[in-house]
C-alpha cells in the first residue's frame, strides 16, 4: 500500500493517546478515521504531518519508511494535513496564504503577479469567488475552510487528510468539497477524511477505520453492506440506539424575553421567547443570520439593540459582561477565535469568568477556588485532559467545548446560547453535551442552541425556530417537526432569492 502505519504510538504525560495502531490507505482511495474524542486520531494525523514524532513504530509511503522532523519537512515530501482548527495567517492575503511558504520568487522577490494568478487558479479549483488580495481575517469561517484546503491543493501533495472538513461549510460548499475529492480520488491521490458525519462518510469513503482510546479497533476495507450502528458501537464500544436522548421535562414560565432586537447581519428586528427549562433549537441555511441573532442577543458586537429581560428584570443594554452578570452565556460557534485562550491551562480557561466573584478582596486570585472549581468541572463534565495545566488549545474540539460549558456552570447561568456545541465532536461526546443540555434544562435553565444539523435540531429541541435571510420566519413544535418540512420553510423564496 502507498501509505502504512505500523505499530504506531505515542505517549503523553499521564495519557497513552496511541498504542500499536497499524492500517494501510491506498492510492486513488478514500479512507475515513473515525472515533471519539480523544481516540488519537488528531494525534496521528500530527504524526503524520510532522508536528508529533511517534515514539514507536513507522510510517511508509511508497514503501520507503519516512519520519518528518517538521510539517515543512512533511508539506515539501507531498503530505498535506487540513486540520479543522484553521491553520492561517489574518493579516495575510488569501494568495500569500495559499503559497505560505512556497512563493513563486525570482533574486529573493516574490513574483506578485504571478503569485496572483496562480491564486485565482486555485480559488476557481475550489469553487469559491473569492477576491486573492483580501485579507483571510476578513474571511467568513467557510470561507477561510475553503481556503485552507486550496492550500493543500496549491502543494499538489500526494497524501491529503482532511480533518473535519465540512464542519463550517455550506451545503454548496460541501457538494464542492465532495467534488473536488473525487476528482483528487481520479488523480490517484491518498485521502484520509476524518469527520463524525456518518452520511459524507459513506457518500465519499470507500474504506474506514475506527480507533478507540488510542487503539486500532478494526478496519472495513470496504463500506457496502457495513450498517452505520455497526460503526457507532465499534467507536463507543455499546450500542446507541438513540443519539439524541430527548427527556421531555416540565417547562415554567417565560425567563428569557427579547424584544425588537437588531445588530449586523439581522433584516430586521427580531422577538424571542424562552421559558424555563426549554430548549430552543434555530435552524437556517449558512448566512441566515443564526450566529448574528446570538450574538446580538448576547450584546456580543457592536451595533446592537432591542430590550431583554430574563425573568421579568430588564438586562442593561451594554456589553458581554452585562449579560453574563445577568445569567446570560454564550458558546460560540468559533471556539479557537472566540471561545478559548489556547495558550493558556484548563484551569484558567474554565475559571476565566467566575474568578471575578471570588477574587480575594475583589482583586487578588483565589487559587484554592480556582483548583477546586476547575477540577470540580472537568470530573463533572469528564474532560479528558492529563492535567488542569494543559494547555487547552492541546485538548480535542470535544474536550475544549467541555471546559467552555465548565466555565458557564462555574457562574449562576439562567439563560445559555449554544452556536453549533457539537460541530466536529464525536457521537459519544454529543450524547455527553446532549445529556448536560438536558440536567441544566430540568434545573429551569433556558436554552437556545443553533446547530446546522437538521436531524440535531429536530433531536434535542423542544420548540424550532426557522431564519431565513436575516429573520425569524416560522415556528414548529417538535411533534409537528419533520427534516423536509422545517428544510423547505428554511430555503428562500422566489422573491428573496432574486
Not at 248 to 276: M, S, W, Y
Request: charged letters at 25%.
Amino acid at each position: 500500500m502507498p501509505l502504512e502505519f505500523r505499530a504506531i504510538g505515542k505517549e503523553f504525560p499521564g495519557v497513552k493517546a496511541l498504542e500499536d495502531v497499524s492500517f494501510a490507505v491506498g492510492e486513488g482511495s478514500v479512507h475515513a478515521l473515525m472515533g471519539e474524542n480523544g481516540a488519537g486520531k488528531s494525534t496521528l494525523l500530527k504524526i503524520l504531518s510532522g508536528a508529533y514524532r511517534a515514539d514507536s513504530g513507522q510510517i511508509f509511503l511508497n514503501g520507503q519508511s519516512v519520519s518528518f522532523a517538521t510539517p515543512v519537512a512533511a508539506l515539501e515530501a507531498g503530505v498535506a494535513v487540513i486540520y479543522q482548527e484553521l491553520h492561517l495567517v489574518p493579516e495575510m492575503t488569501v494568495a500569500e496564504n495559499l503559497f505560505l511558504g512556497h512563493y513563486p520568487a525570482a533574486g529573493g522577490w516574490i513574483k506578485r503577479s504571478e503569485l496572483r494568478q496562480r491564486a485565482v487558479e486555485i480559488i476557481g479549483r475550489i469553487g469559491e469567488q473569492i477576491d486573492p488580495d483580501m485579507k483571510v481575517g476578513s474571511l467568513s469561517l467557510a470561507q477561510r475552510q475553503m481556503v485552507e484546503i486550496g492550500k493543500a491543493l496549491s502543494r499538489n501533495a500526494q497524501v491529503i487528510a482532511f480533518d473535519e472538513p465540512t464542519s463550517a461549510l455550506s451545503a454548496r460548499e460541501v457538494e464542492r468539497l465532495f467534488e473536488i475529492i473525487a476528482d483528487l480520488r481520479l488523480q490517484g491521490k491518498i485521502i484520509l477524511y476524518v469527520s463524525h458525519r456518518m452520511d459524507e462518510i459513506f457518500r465519499v469513503c470507500d474504506a474506514l477505520t475506527v480507533l478507540r482510546d488510542g487503539k486500532h479497533i478494526e478496519t472495513f476495507k470496504s463500506l457496502e453492506g457495513v450498517q452505520p450502528g455497526v460503526i457507532v458501537e465499534r467507536m463507543v464500544g455499546r450500542t446507541i440506539d438513540d443519539i439524541w436522548g430527548y427527556r421531555p421535562r416540565a417547562q415554567g414560565e417565560v425567563i428569557f424575553d427579547a424584544k425588537d432586537i437588531t445588530g449586523p447581519g439581522l433584516a430586521a428586528p427580531q422577538d424571542i421567547q424562552v421559558r424555563a427549562g426549554e430548549i430552543v433549537g434555530i435552524f437556517g441555511l449558512v448566512g441566515a443570520g443564526r450566529t448574528e441573532l446570538l450574538k446580538a442577543l448576547y450584546r456580543g458586537v457592536p451595533g446592537c439593540g432591542g430590550q431583554i429581560e430574563i425573568a421579568g428584570k430588564p438586562v442593561r443594554a451594554g456589553q458581554p459582561r452585562d449579560s453574563i452578570a445577568a445569567g446570560i452565556a454564550l458558546c460560540p460557534e468559533d471556539r479557537k477565535k472566540e471561545g478559548i485562550v489556547g495558550l493558556r491551562s484548563v484551569l484558567e480557561n474554565t475559571n476565566l469568568s467566575a474568578r471575578r466573584n471570588h477574587a480575594l478582596g475583589g482583586v487578588v486570585i483565589d487559587e484554592r477556588w480556582e483548583r477546586s472549581n476547575a477540577q470540580t468541572q472537568v470530573d463533572k463534565l469528564r474532560v479528558r485532559t492529563p492535567s488542569l495545566q494543559q494547555p487547552i488549545g492541546l485538548l480535542s474540539g470535544g474536550n475544549q467545548q467541555k471546559v467552555i460549558l465548565g466555565r458557564w456552570l462555574s457562574e449562576s447561568v439562567q439563560v445559555l446560547l449554544l452556536d453549533e456545541p457539537t460541530r466536529g465532536i464525536d457521537v459519544g461526546a454529543k450524547r455527553e453535551i446532549y445529556e448536560l443540555m438536558y440536567a441544566l434544562a430540568e434545573t429551569g435553565v433556558g436554552i437556545i442552541m443553533v446547530s446546522s444539523e437538521l436531524p440535531e435540531v429536530l433531536g434535542v429541541s423542544d420548540r424550532i425556530l426557522v431564519m431565513r435571510q436575516g429573520k425569524l420566519v416560522a415556528e414548529v413544535r417538535r411533534e409537528d417537526a419533520t427534516e423536509a418540512g422545517v428544510l423547505a420553510l428554511a430555503l428562500p423564496v422566489a422573491e428573496e432569492a432574486a
